[in-house]
T-cell receptor, first 110, second 112 residues
Framework: GIQVEQSPPDLILQEGANSTLRCNFS?????LQWFHQNPWGQLINLFY???GTKQNGRLSATTVATERYSLLYISSSQTTDSGVYFC????????????FGTGTRLLVSP | EPEVTQTPSHQVTQMGQEVILRCVPI?????FYWYRQILGQKVEFLVS????????KSEIFDDQFSVERPDGSNFTLKIRSTKLEDSAMYFC??????????FGPGTRLTVT
């Protein structure tokens, strides 16, 4: 099956810093989503981005499907950005299950 | 904004007992999913459901698991005889098509 790798696995930032999270996948996809898992365990949808670039406030994401990677940018980080960020993809096989990466654990300190 | 809801938020059960986890998907969605996340691990797919039948299931989804859409609004996951290793966060998700999946807040299942 498709492999989804995220880097870095852990990231510590000072409040106000910028960061880039990366998601690599091993096969063609027709869906890619970014999630933020908050300290209560909830999965918050950030982006649905099978290709192209999207922005939502301080967050933006870019997916280059032909090169099999996606990037999540966090600018001017805040302590509330702390948590785990997951990338998840749907392989281009006709089935719709999301395959999740192992996540990037972000800690933003004041 | 419509959202997926799940009940209960936390369920504690004894090994060997049956549990039913409930989900109310977004009302006009047609595709329904269950995922689980063992503490500290990544989220794993369990099963997808469309047109009143299972469309795909993972190796985890063995005979102890079943899903049902008993009416027009609920989507349930039943575990017949729980094991310690079933302790996890269970997420329900729904989608209108082959697009973005929306996740519920999860049910934390603890098997003792």
């Amino acid at each position: 099956g498709i492999q989804v790798e995220q880097s870095p696995p852990d990231l510590i930032l000072q409040e106000g810093a910028n960061s880039t999270l990366r998601c690599n996948f091993s096969d063609s996809v027709n869906n890619l989503q970014w999630f933020h898992q908050n300290p209560w365990g909830q999965l918050i949808n950030l982006f649905y981005i099978p290709s192209g670039t999207k922005q939502n406030g301080r967050l933006s994401a870019t997916t280059v499907a032909t090169e099999r990677y996606s990037l999540l940018y966090i600018s001017s980080s805040q302590t509330t950005d702390s948590g785990v960020y997951f990338c998840a993809v749907v392989q281009n096989t006709g089935f719709q299950k999301l395959v999740f990466g192992t996540g990037t654990r972000l800690l933003v300190s004041p | 904004e419509p959202e997926v809801t799940q009940t209960p938020s936390h369920q504690v059960t004894q090994m060997g007992q049956e549990v039913i986890l409930r989900c109310v998907p977004i009302s006009n969605h047609l595709y329904f999913y269950w995922y689980r996340q063992i503490l500290g691990q990544k989220v794993e797919f369990l099963v997808s459901f469309y047109n009143n039948e299972i469309s795909e299931k993972s190796e985890i989804f063995d005979d102890q698991f079943s899903v049902e859409r008993p009416d027009g609004s609920n989507f349930t996951l039943k575990i017949r005889s729980t094991k310690l290793e079933d302790s996890a966060m269970y997420f329900c998700a729904s989608a209108s098509g082959a697009y973005e999946q929306y996740f519920g807040p999860g049910t934390r299942l603890t098997v003792t």
